[in-house]
């Protein structure tokens, strides 16, 4: 008899240690905020100096996918605020989705979760990301500068034609970038690391 016991004992740990490890849901590392917030910013600003530079009043969507490219890039700089390979994919409502891209190829495969969505809230000046549990941090912008820009134009165009108005964030609770702490699960390290 407990020959049986101590075999269905082994038997229940054996199952259930190969169902973590197999079968159980992945969940992914929590993004540091603060670092998707600095990094967006950044491109962001090169990318319009770059557009300005160039002459273009108008982004264009083929351009909207060069600057998801280079966002990309931005976000996978050293030093790295996640441990695997972030990619990035806008989607129809302006909203740029980042996910676990750990062979790096730009795609978003079968089991790569979203880590994080950025989304750009024209009536309070501001940038909000969004992490998987459903933390959300704030960058705001002095002045109206930053959202007259041929990219932001485009993204901003491309919410009004999914429906998303200009008030749709006025009712978000979301941390200022100056009081966000990355959670104890976020890799931190980059620009303004430390916040």
Do not use: C, H
């Not at 982004?59 to 996978?76: C, H, I, K, R």
């Not at 990035?88 to 979760?113: H, M, Q, W």
């Not at 994080?116 to 809230?121: K, S």
């Amino acid at each position: 008899m407990f020959g049986k016991l101590k075999t269905i004992v082994i038997l229940g740990v054996l199952g259930f240690a190969a169902y973590s490890i197999f079968l159980a849901p992945k969940s992914e590392q929590t993004a540091d905020l603060g670092q998707v917030l600095d990094r967006t910013e950044f491109a962001i600003i090169q990318y319009q100096e770059y557009l300005e530079a160039n002459s273009i009043a108008e982004a264009s969507d083929a351009q909207v996918d060069e600057f998801t490219g280079y966002l990309t890039q931005v976000m996978n700089s050293e030093p790295r605020f996640y441990d695997t390979a972030l990619g990035l994919e806008i989607l129809s409502d302006a909203k740029f989705s980042g996910y676990a891209d750990p062979n790096a190829n730009g795609v978003r495969d079968t089991g790569e979760g979203e880590i994080f969505t950025i989304e750009i809230d024209e009536a309070n000046n501001r940038l909000i990301a969004t992490d998987t549990t459903g933390q959300s941090a704030g960058l705001r912008f002095s002045g109206a500068g930053f959202l007259a820009g041929a990219l932001i134009g485009n993204l901003i165009g491309r919410q009004r034609s999914a429906g998303i108005s200009a008030a749709s964030f006025n009712n978000r609770t979301v941390t200022p970038r100056t009081s966000y702490s990355a959670p104890r699960s976020a890799r931190s390290g980059g620009l303004r690391a430390g916040k």
